[in-house]
Structure formats: structure tokens, C-alpha cells
């Protein structure tokens, strides 16, 4: 069991009950954090709760709740380069990133970690980033797992109008150079100053105003724009997926929920994956930004209406 580590609550966010987070180490000894939450009464099964790119646990205590309240044990980690866990660049605002080999490793190392206290049948929930990496963890021969939800995952990329065969090639480049740890484009999307609707990533005011609430109550949790690095990582781990025939291999039930107005991953990438997959299911909520786990309560209902007949299956 690993030494205790901090959650950040506030009074609009309280830490969940039944529940502390850890410090462990990540496949190269790097320091990160995770939280395990046990329900009241006896358990379903475990969640394993994998946050977006800037997202860290405490972004994820409702998640949270929401979980406890279908009786699952919760296991929700923050990724290295955010939240608490250890970060490679002495700016700790830079998202950055070396590729998707070290998340693999540390995913490994989380479950090794938290296994003798995760009940079974596993459950894999992962968002955005997360939705990608745990992807890549099941496509690469993870096996222990008995289905995964997958909240708008990061399976292709939204380039903005740019050609994406430009934008990969000179994340590439710079990734390979100087400048690896610089701001895309000197970008650096300061996380304080960031206000509701301007960044489009939810329709819900009050959650939204939530986390930032969170991050002015310890900056430490907060993180900014990415670097060349974490975008050759992302374009990269994208790629992967999409030349794998790890795809077609897996053999649980995995449902994709996208968002139909999402402005940071391309539907036409989290619909082609999820037809790849034996037992995919794609599930898309129209009227959705990226953030569906912070949308309005009924944008949120259709993905836990998604989430609740794929574990039903398995359960």
C-alpha cells in the first residue's frame, strides 16, 4: 500500500466517502497519484477511471459518486504531467509528453499496485486522453478487463481546419529537435484565466465554474497548453491505433460515446474504431460538446445510459 497523497476539496466539490489517495510508482520510478473509493455496501465490481489531457482527479469526483452509487469500487489516477503526479519539464503548466510507451507502463503499474483491492469484473472508463491510452492498453493484449466506456476518446485528432498530414509531420519534426518542450505555436493557454463559454468544452456553466474553482483552490493540479512533444505523442498514439489489428483482437465489449459537437477529436475516427472491435458499440450524443462527463445532466443521462447496458452485459 502506497504512502498517503493529498485531494484537493472544497465545498462545491467535496472529496468522496470512503475513499484516500496514493502515492506509487509509475514503470520508471516516477512518482504519481491515484484514489480508491469503496461504496457503502458490498461491491459490483471495479472502475478504473481514466481523466483527459489536464484533467485531474478531483475533475472526477462526481464521476466518482456516480460510480459509488451503482456499487462499484472506484480506482481514478492522475496521469504523469498532470494533476499531482510527477511532471518531465520544470514548468509544471507545459502539458508534455514523450510518447505513449511511459502511460503504458504506468497504467501497468497502477493496476499492479491497486489489483489485490480491485474486485472483479473490471470495468475500464477512460475520457478523451484517457480514452485513447486505455485503447492502446486493451489493443496492446490487456486481458483482465470485462468492458470499457469510452467518453469521447482521443482516436483522431481535430487539426482545426489545418491538413493533419502537415500538422503530424511538423509535430514530428519539432518533437525530434530543441524545441521538443516548447508551446505549440507559443501557446501557452494559461489555465486561470480560461473562462465559461469560451473554451466550448461543456454547456454546463456550474460544472464548468466547478473545476476552476478547483485549480485556484491549489494551482498545483492546474496545467496549460501542450507542447510539440505531448502533440507528436497524441498524433502518434492516434496512428497506432488505426494500423493496429490489436483493434480487432479485443475481446470485450467496448462502447464509444462521442460527442456530435465536439471541436478537439474527429467522430469519423471513434466510429471507424468502434466498428473495428468485435464486440464495439458506437453511441453518439448529438447535441454534446467534448466534455460529456461535465455536460448537462441530459446530455450526461445518455452516457450513463450507455455505460449501465454495457456493464449489465458483463456483470
Not at 448537462?296 to 456493464?311: H, I, L, P, Q, S
Request: aromatic share 10%; net charge negative.
Amino acid at each position: 500500500m502506497g504512502h498517503a497523497a493529498p485531494l484537493v476539496s472544497i465545498v462545491e466539490a467535496p472529496v468522496p466517502d470512503h475513499g484516500k489517495a496514493e502515492w506509487f510508482s509509475g514503470a520508471d520510478g516516477a512518482t504519481l497519484r491515484a484514489a480508491l473509493f469503496s461504496p457503502a455496501g458490498p461491491s459490483r465490481g471495479s472502475v478504473v477511471v481514466s481523466p483527459g489531457r489536464s484533467e485531474p482527479i478531483e475533475k472526477y469526483f462526481e464521476v466518482v459518486q456516480d460510480l459509488l452509487d451503482r456499487g462499484f469500487v472506484v480506482l481514478v489516477h492522475d496521469w504523469r504531467g498532470q494533476g499531482l503526479s510527477h511532471r518531465a519539464l520544470p514548468d509544471r503548466l507545459k502539458g508534455h509528453a514523450a510518447g505513449f510507451k511511459d502511460f503504458l507502463g504506468d497504467y501497468q503499474a497502477l493496476l499492479a499496485a491497486f489489483e489485490t483491492r480491485l474486485p472483479k469484473p473490471w470495468i475500464a472508463l477512460g475520457h478523451s486522453m484517457g480514452g485513447c491510452l486505455t485503447m492502446l492498453v486493451l489493443a496492446t493484449g490487456e486481458r483482465r478487463f470485462a468492458a470499457a466506456v469510452l467518453s469521447a476518446p482521443m482516436l483522431g485528432l481535430n487539426t482545426g481546419g489545418k491538413p493533419a498530414g502537415g500538422a503530424r509531420a511538423l509535430a514530428w519534426l519539432m518533437s525530434r529537435s530543441r524545441y521538443k518542450g516548447d508551446y505549440v505555436l507559443g501557446d501557452a493557454g494559461d489555465p486561470f484565466v480560461q473562462s465559461f463559454p469560451d473554451d466550448a468544452l461543456t454547456h454546463d456553466a456550474a460544472r464548468y465554474a466547478r473545476h476552476r474553482a478547483q485549480i485556484h483552490a491549489n494551482p498545483d493540479i492546474a496545467l496549460g497548453g501542450i507542447t510539440w512533444g505531448w502533440t507528436d505523442f497524441a498524433f502518434s498514439a492516434c496512428a497506432f491505433l488505426r494500423r493496429t489489428k490489436g483493434v480487432e483482437a479485443v475481446p470485450i465489449p467496448v462502447t464509444i460515446v462521442a460527442a456530435g459537437q465536439d471541436s478537439r477529436v474527429l467522430i469519423a475516427d471513434e466510429r471507424s474504431i468502434a466498428g473495428r472491435i468485435p464486440q464495439g458499440r458506437y453511441v453518439e450524443i448529438p447535441d454534446a460538446f467534448h466534455e460529456i462527463l461535465i455536460e448537462t445532466d441530459d446530455r450526461r443521462a445518455v452516457f450513463w445510459k450507455a455505460f449501465d447496458e454495457t456493464v449489465e452485459e458483463v456483470l
